[in-house]
């Protein structure tokens, strides 16, 4: 009945990670025999001490931790060196693993010629969360460090239109990614309904659309739906609702 | 009279050689202006220029996207989306979840290919603990992606022509898409919310006739496509608010991060099946089409295309389909059978430890990714060795194909800003998170 | 009444129209008003106001669509064509709220969205009708977290909720005939306007009462053994589980 399969099912359940049957548990392997990535060779030459470590995860993920300090410098030189050509930048996010430890920031690099994966990782301390945007280097990054900045609080030097994109503009609980932030926000939910229905027209547009109206002499229009009296409906059509 | 240029997207080129030098780029990057952006205005516009403001509210945004447009008469001048209407917070959540219990939030996240998001995370989880699935549940969950991308394409088609002014269109592809919402059901039970992988496996094998059910869909689906494209392809209406209308060129499309049909429309041969293949894509037979023009006509052929990809790749794999068990066979991460935990005492608590405590990833991360309908989808996992995720990000295709909206419409008709919108295959569920 | 073969016509119609009249049901064509035409009978019928209003309303509903997420599709698969909505007399989805007079809010609704449901709401004209589509308008659903309305019925009043995730077509259809059936049961002429009292800027409820509907229950992380039994604080690791 006690099959002795199982029991050892449970003990390996309580030392938690889930290996291959039979593999010890191993510390990870010393610097010198990662599998090689040719840009991180050319990297250590061009930047010496700027850049920190390099990791190895999930058998062929590629990460290079990197200072705070000349990260634009250093991204720019792996899209524009003619032996690397990260001409894609597919990702831009944050880590934040609590307890005040250094946030990570993350940018996610493919090299479409010579099909190469890179992530970059910069170390954050939770005082001086400040970086160099990459905008002008991959406007992918626009949205992303934006929702970075929304998300974590992680400012971009250098980005030209750095305000919130998911919350709105007002938004005063702080950035909810960072794991002091409780699931629910930091207001009760009657604040929180209440903030919202006061939401004025003003607080819908970014700096730029205000400005502009004010000199066009335009109040901004409303952002809620058909403010214009009974109009001509988009489409008489049935089914076309918003996906 | 519209021109009708007569235009074929460059078929079957898996590799095209005419756009060699890896890959298909010529490596030219865009170096935007500095200053480009806000703060200095045109000192004479007073009166001439006008601020509207559509959505978050309105059919034609598919979802609640707001775009802000300055407009010059007809023309739009400046064009500032808003997002996070629909911000749900799912990366949030997932924190608080355990590894599975987060295959429910995935497919609410794309509710149009909701299996794509249900396979790619389970994936990501798989390969950050490690965990290689048997050779059943690859080719099952090649079944369901590719099944899916025919699904998304499906809708994609039928509101972009609604958009444009083409209401039958709508009515066949939905048609269809029952035909997929059954094959969903009778899988996993629901139409949309699928829910199907678990960590190192799936829900439960497929039940029985499902398999000719699908064969009979594959079969009589691509008559439909045959329809369709007698409907749109050489249609005058069609191809005049088509063709020329929301170009991006390669580079740039590169450079703002496209992906999936936008940016092969764009004349780059990037496709994740092909560039980092998962599940022996490489072993199967199919073509990645590409366009030239990168414009709103050239999504719409590679898109179709695609779908008859698709067909092959479902063939393919239908006749490949291994038998075995779905699930990997390790405690760990699996449920022990149903009929064992309720006879064994052993077994009944390893079921409860595995539900009540979740399974527990090792110390990790992985950024994996799959070509998803809309694009190269990844989900990021970090693991510090607990039951639940220290993060887990998604890296939406459409959050970042729809930040390269105002690039393609500024300085086109007010008109076309509802075709371009349309043309990139956005989904706000994903955009907003 | 049963319907019995060998009965004549007219005693069968005869009893349905003394049914119908009963219930205050649809008007009915008897033979006495069928006269205009047929017997040189004056051509006017006698009923009540009410169900004559209420008729001609409950079967020429206006839906406007609010859309936002998975819902939407089911509710876009609802009119399109295999279950075709246009059946109940409602083939004209009115994309204008003005021009609308049932509200159906498929899909989650996020703080930010929340101002543009109420001014739609308010947009449109009186008599309406609202219809909460699916888990999350109804309350929260899974995402009991800081950006979402926990429940529309915090922002607007609602008729009829449809349960479920999403919430099948026929399941959306059997709303729209409870809506139908309560206007059936309305009295226009005694109450024709509804009092709504929304105040500007204010939720539906009063501070206490929304905090308490909306506390956490049933799907919400306070239940999650695994989380601790512990409500949104921040995560507890790495040892996350009850003793
Ligand atoms: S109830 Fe379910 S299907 Fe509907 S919006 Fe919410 S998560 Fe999506």
Redesign the interface.
């Known amino acids: 009945m006690t099959d002795p399969n199982f029991k050892k099912g449970l003990d390996a359940l309580d030392q938690g990670p889930a290996r291959a049957a039979g593999e010890t548990v191993e510390s990870p392997p010393p610097a010198g025999d990662l599998p090689p990535h040719p840009t991180v060779d050319a990297l250590r030459d061009t930047f010496g001490e700027a850049i920190l470590r390099h990791e190895v995860v999930s058998g062929d993920e590629h990460i290079v931790y990197i200072g705070p300090e000349r990260n634009l410098e250093i991204l720019r030189w792996l899209r524009d060196n003619p032996g690397e050509r990260y001409d894609m930048l597919r990702d831009v996010t944050a880590i934040d693993y609590g307890n005040g430890a250094f946030l990570q920031l993350v940018y996610e690099l493919w090299s479409i010629p010579n099909r190469r994966q890179l992530r970059i990782k910069i170390e954050l301390p939770l005082d001086r969360l400040e970086v160099d945007s990459v905008y002008y280097v991959w406007r992918a990054s626009d949205w992303l460090e934006r929702e970075t900045f929304d998300m974590f609080g992680i400012v971009f030097r250098g980005h030209p239109d750095l305000r919130r994109i998911l919350m709105p503009y007002n938004y005063a609980e702080g950035h909810p990614l960072r794991k002091d932030f409780p699931l629910r926000g930091r207001f009760t939910r009657a604040e929180q309904t209440r903030r919202s229905l006061s939401l004025k027209t003003e607080d819908h547009y970014s700096p730029y659309e205000v400005e502009l109206a004010k000199r066009l002499g335009q109040p901004l229009p409303s952002v809620m739906a058909d403010d214009g009296g009974p109009g001509v409906p988009e489409s008489g059509m049935p089914g076309i609702g918003a996906q | 009279m519209a021109q009708t240029k007569k235009r074929t997207v460059v078929y079957n080129v898996t590799r095209n050689p005419q756009l060699a030098?890896?890959?298909g780029?010529v490596?030219a990057?865009?170096?935007?202006v500095?200053?480009?952006?806000?703060?200095d205005?045109d000192e004479d516009?007073?009166?001439t220029?006008?601020?509207?403001?559509i959505?978050?509210?309105?059919?034609?945004?598919?979802?609640?996207l707001?775009l802000?447009l300055?407009l010059d008469g007809e023309t739009v001048i400046k064009c500032?989306p808003?997002?996070?209407?629909?911000?749900?917070?799912f990366?949030?959540?997932g924190?608080?979840?355990?590894w599975n219990?987060i295959v429910?939030?995935t497919d609410?996240m794309d509710?149009?290919a909701p299996l794509i998001y249900n396979c790619a995370y389970a994936m990501a989880v798989e390969?950050?603990?490690?965990?290689e699935v048997t050779e059943r549940c690859k080719v099952l969950r090649v079944i369901l992606m590719e099944m899916d991308r025919i699904f998304s394409h499906l809708?994609w088609l039928g509101?972009t022509a609604?958009?444009l002014g083409a209401?039958t269109v709508?009515?066949y592809t939905?048609?269809e898409?029952?035909r997929v919402?059954n094959l969903h059901e009778a899988y996993t039970g629901a139409?949309?919310?699928t829910s199907a992988t678990r960590i190192g496996g799936m829900m439960a094998d497929l039940p029985a006739g499902w398999i000719e059910q699908l064969n009979h869909f594959v079969k009589t689906f691509p008559r439909t496509l045959d329809e369709v494209e007698t409907l749109l392809t050489n249609n005058a209406i069609w191809v005049g608010r088509t063709q020329d209308v929301g170009v991006i060129s390669g580079q740039?499309a590169?450079?703002?991060?496209l992906t999936g049909a936008n940016l092969r429309a764009s004349g780059?041969d990037?496709d994740v099946r092909k560039?980092?293949p998962y599940y022996d894509y490489e072993t199967y037979d199919f073509d990645v089409p590409v366009g030239e023009h990168g414009d709103i006509y050239d999504r719409y052929l590679c898109r179709m295309e695609e779908m008859r990809q698709s067909v092959r790749l479902l063939q393919q794999a239908i006749a490949r389909l291994p038998g075995g068990p779905v699930n990997v066979d390790?405690?760990?991460?699996i449920l022990?059978p149903k009929t064992a935990a309720m006879n064994?005492?052993?077994?009944m608590?390893?079921h409860f430890?595995?539900v009540?405590?979740?399974?527990?990833?090792?110390?990790?991360?992985?950024?994996?990714?799959v070509e998803s309908s809309k694009g190269?989808l990844?989900m990021?996992v970090?693991s510090?060795?607990?039951?639940?995720p220290?993060?887990w990000?998604v890296?939406g295709p459409s959050?970042?194909n729809i930040?390269?909206l105002p690039?393609m419409i500024e300085g086109s008709l007010l008109s076309d800003v509802i075709a371009v919108n349309a043309s990139l295959d956005i989904?706000?569920?994903e955009i907003?998170? | 009444m049963g319907l019995n073969p060998d009965e004549p016509d007219e005693t069968r119609r005869d009893a349905h129209v003394a049914e119908m009249k009963e219930s205050g049901g649809l008007p009915v064509r008897t033979a006495e008003a069928q006269g205009g035409i047929f017997s040189g009978a004056p051509g006017f019928l006698t009923t009540r106001l009410d169900t004559v209003v209420n008729w001609a309303r409950e079967n020429s509903l206006w839906p406007m669509p609010f859309g936002t997420a998975c819902c939407a599709i089911e509710m876009m698969a609802t009119a399109a064509s295999r279950y075709d909505l246009a059946r109940f007399g409602m083939e004209r989805m009115s994309f204008s709220p003005r021009q609308a007079d049932l509200l159906i809010c498929a899909g989650r609704v996020s703080y930010k969205m929340a101002p543009v449901l109420r001014r739609i709401w308010e947009q449109m004209p009186q008599p309406k009708w609202s219809i909460s589509m699916g888990a999350c308008a109804s309350s929260g659903g899974v995402f009991d977290v800081y950006s979402m309305v926990q429940g529309i019925d915090t922002i607007i009043p609602v008729d009829v909720y449809v349960p479920g995730c999403p919430p099948r077509p026929e399941g959306l259809m059997y709303g729209i005939l409870m809506i139908q059936e309560k206007i059936r049961r309305a009295s226009p002429t005694a109450d024709w306007v509804a009092d709504e009292s929304l105040i500007e800027g204010l939720p539906t409820l009063p501070a206490q009462h929304l905090d308490l509907v909306t506390s956490p229950f049933g799907n919400s992380t306070q239940q999650n053994r695994s989380s601790g039994l512990v409500s949104s604080g921040a995560i507890v690791r790495p040892n996350d589980r009850q003793p």
């Open positions: 030098d890896g890959g780029l490596h990057p865009i170096v935007p500095e200053g480009e952006v806000a703060s205005f516009i007073h009166g220029h006008m601020l509207i403001n959505g978050p509210q309105h059919p034609a945004t598919h979802g609640v707001r802000v300055e500032i808003h997002i996070g209407y629909l911000h749900s917070s990366e949030k959540l924190e608080y979840r355990t219990q429910p939030l609410r509710y149009l390969k950050m603990m490690g965990i809708l509101t609604i958009d209401f709508f009515l939905f048609q898409r029952e919402y139409r949309i919310t740039d590169v450079n703002f991060g780059v990037y560039d980092r390790d405690p760990r991460v022990p064994d005492m052993e077994s608590i390893h430890k595995v009540m405590e979740g399974v527990r990833a090792p110390v990790g991360e992985s950024w994996f990714s190269e990844a990021y970090v510090d060795g607990g039951s639940k220290v993060r990000r890296r959050f970042i930040a390269a690039h989904v706000l569920g907003d998170r």
